[in-house]
């Protein structure tokens, strides 16, 4: 089993793939598309869950998905054709870092994703140059809440304090909006779900081939969460607006 099949697994109670619950998602919707008539872009969409609820709730809104799954596309194909919301969605399979269009967005969404282009700074400036004037970026990234162990920064990476993120994200010219910090409750129950379902999977395929390896990585991953991360790892969205334009 790949990668990509273990984390469809895991994702399969909590589609968000971000340790944000439902209201939470909401809100920086909200705040993302005021006017509801925007045309938006995800750059790493997967199988389009943020795209699909902005959709869903405003009826004048057009969309645009880009990610290197077509797996997860054609999941966010089906699932906008059940929703109705099918004509104002284009997804397509290449790399977000490579995607270009003859349109600016008035939102750009890339949360959970700045792995894909290398940092919370590269990210920004990909976003940049799909930004229409007056248009919004919302960006999700991990922080350490506090000084973070070897192991955490290896699995990790270059992650700084919350100010700091902060600090560097006004420094590279942009304006915070509006925020919502994870709270403990959204990265526990986040953490559960992906790691709760690939252990119910196992445990309901015991004769399938993978079920031993799959169970073992759900006790992994379980174990550096509760022993690793767990207390000093955090998450930030942020919708953000060039600070000149």
Not at 8 to 31: F, M, N, T, W, Y
Not at 155 to 171: I, K
Request: aromatic share 6%.
């Amino acid at each position: 089993m790949n990668r990509e099949q273990i984390s469809g697994i895991a994702h399969a109670d909590h589609p968000i793939k971000s340790p944000l619950d439902d209201d939470s998602v909401r809100q920086l919707l909200e705040r993302g598309v005021p006017r509801g008539d925007e045309r938006v872009l995800d750059l790493g969409c997967g199988g389009g869950e943020w795209l699909l609820r902005a959709l869903n709730t405003h009826p004048n809104l057009l969309a645009e998905g880009v990610d290197t799954s077509e797996h997860a596309l054609r999941q966010a194909r089906e699932a906008a054709s059940r929703l109705g919301v099918h004509t104002r969605l284009a997804l397509h399979h290449q790399e977000a870092a490579d995607f270009r269009s003859t349109y600016s967005f008035d939102l750009v969404l890339s949360v959970g994703a700045t792995h894909a282009f290398g940092g919370l700074l590269p990210t920004l400036a990909a976003a940049r140059k799909h930004l229409a004037p007056g248009g919004r970026v919302l960006i999700g990234e991990g922080f350490w809440e506090r000084e973070p162990s070897p192991e955490a920064v290896e699995m990790f990476g270059d992650l700084t304090d919350l100010a700091t993120t902060v600090d560097r994200v006004v420094a590279d010219g942009w304006t915070p909006v509006h925020g919502h910090i994870s709270t403990r409750r959204e990265l526990d129950d986040y953490e559960w779900a992906c790691w709760g379902a690939l252990a119910s999977w196992a445990l309901d395929h015991p004769a399938d081939p993978d079920s031993s390896h799959v169970l073992e990585t759900a006790a992994i991953r379980r174990t550096e969460w509760l022993r690793v991360y767990r207390d000093m790892w955090g998450f930030v969205g942020l919708v953000l607006r060039r600070t000149s334009d």
